[in-house]
C-alpha cells in the first residue's frame, strides 16, 4: 500500500521520541569523540614570487616574465628537493622532524599563469606550521643564486602567528552539526525501512486496501481491567453494499 506524505508524517509523530533520543546519543558520541581523540591540525602557508632577474637599470620585459613562469615548475622541485629539506632541517635541528614527516605534511602548489608559488605546512601547532613554512621559503631562496644563477625570488607573504585559523580537521561545533543531520536521516530511513517491511494491518485504510471491500466494523485495544465488563454498543451507517468484518 503506498503511503501519502501525511502518512509519513503521523508515522514520524508517533516515533519521534525514539528518532529524537538516536539523535541525541550520536551527538554525544561524536562530542566524547572530537574532544577525547582527535587533535586539532592546522595549516599556515608562505608565498613567494618569482619575477623577472633582478639588473639594477634594466626594464622587465614579456620575455624574463615569460621565463619567470617557466622556472616555475623547477622552483616547485627544488623546494622539495633533498638538498633543499637536508639544509632545512639541518638549520632548524628543533623542528624535530625528519625528512619523511616534513614531505608527508608539506604541500607546493601554484597557479597556471602567476608566478606565485605556495608552501603550505600542517601540524597540530599552528605557530609552528607558520615557523617551517617560513624557513623553508628563507633556505630556498637562499639557494637559489647557487643552484640557477639567479636572484629573482622574494617571499611575498607569510601566515600571521598572531591569528590563529580553525583546524582543518574541523571544530567540535561542525563535527555536531554534521553528526545531528546524517544521525536524523539515518534514523527517519531505518524507520520508514522497517514501516514498509511490515505488512501487518493496522488501520481501516490498510485493511480496506487488503481485502478491497470496505471494513464494516473494527475492535479497538482491550486492556485488561476492561475485560468481563459489557462493551458499549457502537453503530454506523452504511450504504447498500457488500461489507466485510475483519477481525
Not at 47 to 76: P, R
Not at 140 to 166: G, H, Q
Request: some cysteine; proline content about 3%.
Amino acid at each position: 500500500m503506498e503511503k501519502s506524505l501525511l502518512d509519513y508524517f503521523v508515522l514520524i509523530r508517533k516515533k519521534l521520541w525514539m528518532i529524537g533520543l538516536f539523535v541525541l546519543l550520536s551527538c554525544l558520541t561524536t562530542f566524547y569523540v572530537s574532544k577525547t581523540f582527535v587533535e586539532p591540525v592546522y595549516k599556515a602557508n608562505t608565498q613567494v614570487l618569482v619575477s623577472s632577474s633582478m639588473k639594477s637599470e634594466a626594464a622587465i620585459d614579456l620575455n624574463e616574465v615569460s621565463m619567470s613562469l617557466n622556472l616555475i615548475e623547477s622552483y616547485k622541485e627544488i623546494m622539495k628537493s633533498d638538498h633543499t629539506i637536508n639544509l632545512l632541517l639541518q638549520n632548524h635541528p628543533e623542528f624535530n622532524l625528519t625528512q619523511k614527516q616534513l614531505l608527508k605534511n608539506l604541500k607546493v602548489s601554484s597557479t597556471d599563469k602567476t608566478q606565485i608559488i605556495k608552501m603550505e605546512f600542517e601540524d597540530k601547532s599552528y605557530e609552528k606550521a607558520v615557523v617551517i613554512t617560513k624557513a623553508l621559503a628563507d633556505t630556498f631562496i637562499s639557494e637559489v643564486p647557487s643552484l640557477m644563477n639567479m636572484n629573482n625570488v622574494k617571499i611575498l607573504s607569510s601566515s600571521d602567528p598572531a591569528i590563529k585559523p580553525l583546524p582543518i580537521n574541523s571544530s567540535v561545533a561542525i563535527n555536531l552539526a554534521v553528526s545531528f543531520i546524517l544521525s536524523a536521516m539515518a534514523a527517519i530511513g531505518v524507520f520508514f525501512f522497517l514501516e514498509n517491511m511490515n505488512d501487518t494491518i493496522r488501520s481501516e485504510k490498510e485493511a480496506e486496501h487488503s481485502i478491497g471491500l470496505p471494513v464494516l466494523s473494527s475492535i479497538g485495544t482491550i486492556k485488561k481491567n476492561q475485560i468481563g465488563k459489557p462493551a458499549k454498543a457502537a453503530s454506523r451507517e452504511v450504504g447498500e453494499q457488500t461489507y466485510a468484518t475483519v477481525k
